[in-house]
């Protein structure tokens, strides 16, 4: 028996070692290549992991103000922040409305919005870059432009927040409300405190779109390098712009831009589980 | 049989006619039998509940048909006039030179959108202020009072809070998703394209023309194009749902194996895909299999191969491998959620199936599967619809090349219909197509969702595992 499990045991280390190179193999490129000098060895991905010599340049070059990558940088930061704060708000205040109160046309309201859900995003994309045209928010103005675009329409992402809401005993609610505090105190006083790690899901997912926002934000910020997001910045570095030479600094770019995130990410982790998990088993 | 339980189709339109005559006949009597300022409120919005001293009320309604009123007159007549025909005189130029300003398209059918929109949500207004009117008649014959101007204020945070709570998240979402949405369906039925472009060129109204087009299988139709791409869309869709669902549970179930021991390490490991933007690991991995890339560089050193493989040239290499690295991103993201919910499964199941002699495989497939099925049975629809509309896996890895000659609109063959869309709609400024393509999105999805959330165990059976 115990010979027996120590064989599976081992082909499963086996197995997890060999999963583990396959995940941590891209990343360890990335590294390895972002100090790879972009001056003394050229070239796109060259058919060698590590570098010659051990340089600093990619990331000298992103350092220099006039590469403006830091300005990117900044853009996205801004923009993921707005959107991470105002996003959490709005899917509170529909979570809250839809999941303690009845009144008429909730059902509608619901039904509607799953519908419209199935509506491929972008479709509206002429038309919104219309729209932004009208108050100056593209180009130049494309920052509040795509926060706005970001958090406007974020009321309809309840479903997870909402069914955390419902797991909340409403007799919490009746028992404040005989107490005397209104709806509005029950919210703020009562339930938000306890939603702790709902809200941090919620303002996690939301601060980490904006740095893959690609269609939008070429859309928006079309031709307006100022505007760019890193998203877009490296996009055009490796496929519109020089491939072969910009390729280190996209790693090394890259690096700086994935670093913050995923520590941000590896803390906050728990409750991102708790979020997809809860989410996954409502629907 | 349970009558009367699911109303039929016709049921539900009769009943709505029924409900709908009710309402009208409601309004008449309200005016017959209702007081002077009822009657007048019907005309002037709000004239009730100013002379009953509901201020904040009387004002908001004034307010919304003062603004109304306005918004026609200066506004939205103007370009509602012009609907049926798009507008009929485009921008040139006067006989002295000058630039005439003629109608715009884009706008005339953007404003009249928005009017329709508008009127239509004025008449609830205007029924909310009829009936406002007739309740507060009724209370003050009931000898009741009428809700001050504070109490107005104070019901927003209490019973009224819901219309608090949700008017800007309603308002965003209609100005930023139902209203261009509705303009788009629109566009589908005119001729917007590159040699339409408003105000220059106007376009106009086309009836089902793009449909036709869309399947039209001659060499300039869309036809073999779109059904190209619908099938390896829903190919797609599925792969890229079951394998990395099947997988994903699967490497779940190892880490959570007994024995096995640094779990929490092997998950960080895992979980760094979704922690890393997609952006940066995605345009990373499509480059290595490039013809100059990591893996056949190295491929090429080792002696394997003497010339590049096309991984990204070959339409079938092309399809696998974006199955393949798909895995890669969304393994991660099963393995999280069925770690919480494996370890759910009540292990007095899996106890006395071994004193009854099963093997792990039987146990995997008797307990474990059914019980993933039917928790996980919606999480594996929205998956399915999200990866008929996944964009970044395609764009960023292959950007949905190849393209091919015998593929039309500027499609590849690892286009997904979402990403032709954008392609129709950056590249070629193809908007009619690119609308039509939408609404046909919307169909397969609509569609899918349907018939598949009818027959999920979870929701015909709620009780199933509980």
């Known amino acids: ?283 | 049989m349970d009558k009367g339980k699911q109303p039929s189709g016709m049921g539900k339109i009769a009943g709505f006619f029924k409900w709908f005559g009710a309402d009208i006949a409601d309004i008449g009597t309200t005016f017959a039998k209702g007081n002077w300022m009822t009657k007048v409120s019907f005309l002037i919005m709000g004239f009730g509940p100013l002379l009953r001293k509901q201020f904040l009320r009387g004002i908001a309604f004034l307010a919304a048909e003062i603004a109304f009123i306005c918004y026609m007159v200066f506004f939205g007549a103007g370009y509602l006039k012009d609907i049926t025909t798009l507008g009929t005189q485009g921008r040139g130029f006067n006989p002295d030179g000058t630039v005439s300003y003629g109608d715009n398209s884009f706008l005339i059918l953007l404003y009249s959108i928005l009017s329709i929109i508008i009127i239509i949500a004025f008449i609830f207004v205007w029924r909310l202020n009829v009936r406002q009117n007739r309740n507060a008649e009724r209370l003050l014959a009931e000898g009741k009072k009428l809700a001050t101007v504070k109490q107005d204020f104070v019901s927003l945070l209490d019973e009224h809070f819901d219309k608090t709570l949700l008017a800007l998240p309603v308002l965003g979402v209609f100005l930023f998703i139902v209203l261009p949405i509705a303009f788009m369906i629109c566009v589908a039925f005119t001729n917007y394209d590159a040699t339409h472009q408003a105000p220059a060129q106007l376009f106009t109204w086309v009836g089902l023309q793009n449909f036709k087009d869309l399947f039209s299988f001659g060499t300039s139709g869309f036809g073999s194009t779109f059904v190209t791409i619908l099938l390896w869309t829903i190919v797609w869709a599925f792969f890229a749902t079951f394998l990395n669902y099947f997988l994903g549970m699967a490497v779940a179930i190892l880490i959570n194996k007994k024995g096995i021991k640094f779990k929490k390490l092997w998950r960080t490991i895992l979980v760094m895909t979704i922690a890393v933007p997609q952006f940066v690991s995605l345009l990373y991995i499509g480059k290595m299999f490039a013809p100059d890339g990591l893996v056949n560089g190295y491929l090429m050193r080792w002696g394997l191969i003497d010339s590049a493989i096309p991984f990204w040239q070959d339409p079938t290499l092309a399809k696998i491998l974006i199955i393949v690295l798909n895995c890669w991103v969304g393994i991660p993201y099963i393995m999280l959620i069925c770690t919480g919910l494996l370890m759910n499964i009540p292990a007095d199941l899996y106890e006395s199936a071994r004193i009854d002699g099963a093997n792990a495989f039987q146990m995997f497939r008797k307990i474990t599967l059914p019980y993933m099925l039917f928790v996980t049975g919606p999480f594996l629809l929205t998956q399915f619809t999200g990866n008929l509309n996944n964009f970044n896996i395609i764009y960023l890895l292959s950007g949905g090349g190849p393209t091919s000659m015998s593929l039309n609109g500027g499609a590849g063959y690892t286009d997904l219909l979402v990403t032709w869309l954008y392609k129709l709609t950056l590249n070629d400024t193809n908007y009619k197509m690119a609308s039509v393509i939408g609404i046909m999105v919307f169909l397969v999805t609509a569609i899918i969702s349907l018939v598949v959330y009818n027959i999920l165990p979870s929701v015909k059976d709620e009780e199933g595992f509980q």
Do not use: H
């Open chain 1, 1 to 283: 028996m115990s010979r027996r499990n120590k064989i599976s045991n081992g082909i499963g280390y086996a197995i997890l070692i060999v999963i583990s190179i396959i995940w941590l193999f891209p990343f360890v490129c990335l590294v390895l290549q972002s100090f790879r000098s972009y001056i003394l060895e050229p070239g796109g991905q060259v058919n060698y992991l590590l570098p010659k010599t051990f340089s600093l340049d990619s990331y000298k070059f992103l350092f220099d103000p006039e590469s403006k990558f830091f300005r990117w940088y900044g853009n996205t930061l801004i923009i993921a922040t707005f959107v991470s704060v105002l996003q959490t708000i709005f899917v509170l205040m529909v979570s809250y409305a839809l999941s303690r109160m009845r009144f008429k046309g909730r059902e509608f309201l619901m039904r509607f919005w799953l519908v419209l859900g199935m509506f491929p995003g972008f479709l509206s994309m002429i038309c919104l870059y219309f729209l932004l045209k009208q108050f100056g928010l593209t180009q130049a103005g494309a920052i509040p432009g795509l926060i706005l675009i970001g958090f406007a329409s974020s009321g309809m992402g309840y479903y997870v927040c909402k069914g955390y809401f419902d797991t909340i005993p409403k007799s919490l609610d009746e028992a404040a409300r005989i107490d005397g505090a209104n709806r509005f105190q029950v919210f703020t006083i009562m339930l938000i405190p306890l939603s702790k790690p709902i809200i941090i899901y919620t303002a996690l997912v939301a601060f980490m779109a904006p740095w893959c926002d690609y269609i939008f934000a070429s859309y928006i910020a079309f031709g307006y390098s100022d505007s760019y997001n890193v998203a877009v910045a490296m996009y055009r570095w490796v496929m519109t712009n020089d491939y072969q030479g910009y390729f280190t600094r996209f790693c090394a770019g890259g690096l700086l831009i994935a670093v913050p995130i995923t520590i941000l990410f590896m803390c906050l982790q728990k409750y991102y589980v708790e979020g997809v998990t809860g989410g996954a088993v409502k629907g």
